[in-house]
């Protein structure tokens, strides 16, 4: 009986830790939630990186366990970022867990011209549903998009929970890197959500945003951005177009 009743737990957390929705022809899956990280300390690893080494058109967003770090994989390759002494160094590899991941697998993307006038993510988060829809996307259900293009001005940072002196996510930003970059040439990956506020997307925002710039020096969570200019969006392809 013991060992049903563990079956048992063991499968719903499981259920509260991985959940999945399908939209169209590709399906965006989350791992752990910003609520529980944030307000409970739930800063545990959720999933192991390497087991998603082999999964091909992978494309992926999060935080490391215990808050070590940001997570971005585009196209199967890994592009993580540590703030380290004052530092920043890119890891190109698997050797991490994530407190939370969102990942999606796009085999074929729709590449779509615009210019791109925006102030700030509110802005950005309104122009995105609204392409995405134009492009037969359901807006409802959470989607991936790439944005390339040269940036105005990008705020970022990586977070690093084990030297803030406070736990609040204020505490965990302070003790990592931030910075700003301007007129520079990035590749941004995103997720849009209008269901999962406090979940993979931070309250008050249907967007979580991280950026990595052309040289791939750089990596880290989008806090705020201006675009003015012409852009590259990505949306994923339906079979039909």
């Known amino acids: 009986m013991r060992g049903l009743i563990n079956y048992i737990i063991v499968l719903t957390l499981a259920a509260c830790t991985n959940q999945h929705t399908s939209n169209g022809n590709f399906t965006v899956e989350h791992y752990g939630m910003l609520r529980e990280i944030m307000m409970e300390q739930k800063m545990q690893s959720r999933i192991d990186l390497s087991t998603l080494k082999q999964v091909e058109n992978l494309y992926a967003l999060g935080a490391m366990d215990e808050l070590r770090g940001e997570i971005l994989i585009i196209d199967g390759q890994p592009v993580n970022s540590r703030a380290n002494d004052g530092s920043l160094t890119i890891d190109t590899s698997f050797n991490s867990g994530a407190a939370l991941l969102v ?139």
């Open 103 to 241: 990942k999606t697998e796009v085999k074929e993307w729709k590449v779509i011209e615009v210019d791109l006038d925006v102030s700030g993510l509110k802005q950005l988060e309104n122009r995105i549903a609204a392409l995405a829809d134009q492009n037969e996307i359901d807006v409802d259900l959470p989607f991936p998009f790439q944005i390339i293009g040269t940036a105005n001005r990008l705020e970022w940072h990586v977070i690093n929970a084990a030297d803030a002196t406070e736990r609040n996510h204020d505490a965990y930003k302070e003790a990592g890197l931030s910075g700003t970059e301007i007129q520079s040439e990035v590749q941004i990956l995103g997720f849009y959500s209008n269901q999962h506020e406090g979940v993979f997307t931070h309250h008050g925002s249907y967007i979580h945003l991280h950026f990595v710039n052309q040289d791939r020096t750089k990596m880290g969570h989008v806090d705020e951005l201006e675009f003015n200019g012409p852009i590259q969006l990505l949306l994923p392809k339906n079979s039909d177009q």
